[in-house]
Structure formats: structure tokens, C-alpha cells
């Protein structure tokens, strides 16, 4: 890829670049109106967290793209640091979680990690693909950034409305206190 091809991206990081920004946002809004819901649950601050990381990391990614004069050497090299720190940040998030009780299905947990990895291994790829290393190019950037938005407005979604909807995001009791229902929502 030259530099002049590289340049062509960037209307469409442009574009990513604020998106991302005002979405961000959108993450902290849900948790201020939310918080109290989402301190009680133990998983919920981690996905606010994957949120904003998420978003900053697409934001961060289209800014490489938009440097000027910078080859495709450098915005590769650039574009896999975020992305290996991305995806670092967010396992670093949901792992530690995966120990303790929920009242969410293991599917749930399958389908935060499967948008965990397929926000971050496209960008990755296009990283990789601008080094040379592998036969992937921005097409792979693109897909990876509008999967991210994806995701990461699925993290918006669960902590303004599922939060308060669905009894599945109320904390698990760890100790019963004496003649409490077991089925009552704390």
C-alpha cells in the first residue's frame, strides 16, 4: 500500500473518528443514570469499562490514519499497538469476572467475549497487513472499527436499558440473611 492509498482512507476515519467520540458518551450517560444498578452487579462496571475502551480505541485507530505524510509502515505498526492493547485492556476487564457467580447465562458470557476478539483481531489483521506480514489491508480496519461500534453500543444498551429490565443483572446473593425470600430481588 503507498502512502497516497493510505491517504484515501481518510474520509472514512474521519468519519470513525467521530463517531467514535460522540458514542463514547453515550457509554457515560448510561452510567450516570444507571449507577447505582450497575455498582451492585459485579460484571456491569467492567462493561462500562470495555465500553469507553472500545470506543477509544476506534477513535485512536482512525487518528493514526489521519496523520499526514505518514507511511503505511508506521500507521501498521501503529494501528497493531492499539489494537494489541485493546484487546489486552479488555481481557484484562473480563477475565478476573469469569470466577465469580452470575445470574447471566454462559452463553452471554461467550457472546461479551466473541465481542471482545472481534472488535480487536480485525484491526490486528489490518495492523499486520500494513506491516506486511500477513495479506490482510484497511479493508480489515474497516470491518474491525464498525464491529467495535457494534460492541460497544451492545455495552451501552445492557447498562441503560437491561440493567433496569431484566433480573438476570441483579447480584447474586453471596449469604442468605434469616427468613429472606431466595428468589426476592436485592
Not at 22 to 43: D, K
Not at 80 to 106: D, E, H, N, V
Not at 150 to 179: K, S
Amino acid at each position: 500500500m503507498t502512502e497516497s492509498e493510505l491517504h484515501a482512507w481518510s474520509e472514512f476515519a474521519l468519519a470513525q473518528a467521530g463517531a467514535a467520540a460522540v458514542l463514547t458518551g453515550l457509554v457515560f450517560v448510561a452510567v450516570s443514570i444507571n449507577i447505582n444498578a450497575i455498582l451492585r452487579h459485579h460484571e456491569l462496571p467492567g462493561r462500562a469499562g470495555e465500553g469507553v475502551v472500545i470506543f477509544v480505541s476506534v477513535l485512536c485507530q482512525s487518528v493514526v490514519l489521519l496523520v499526514p505524510h505518514q507511511g503505511p509502515g508506521a500507521a501498521g505498526a501503529q494501528l497493531l499497538l492499539i489494537a494489541a492493547g485493546t484487546l489486552a485492556l479488555l481481557l484484562g476487564i473480563f477475565l478476573p469476572g469469569l470466577r465469580r457467580p452470575s445470574r447471566q447465562p454462559t452463553a452471554w458470557r461467550v457472546t461479551r467475549l466473541l465481542l471482545i476478539l472481534s472488535s480487536t483481531i480485525p484491526s490486528l489483521a489490518a495492523g499486520a497487513g500494513l506491516l506486511g506480514w500477513i495479506g490482510a489491508d484497511l479493508r480489515w480496519y474497516a470491518f474491525g472499527t464498525v464491529w467495535a461500534m457494534v460492541a460497544a453500543m451492545t455495552n451501552a444498551w445492557v447498562l441503560l436499558v437491561e440493567v433496569v429490565r431484566d433480573e438476570r443483572y441483579a447480584p447474586v446473593a453471596t449469604t442468605a440473611r434469616p427468613g429472606a425470600d431466595p428468589g426476592a430481588r436485592p
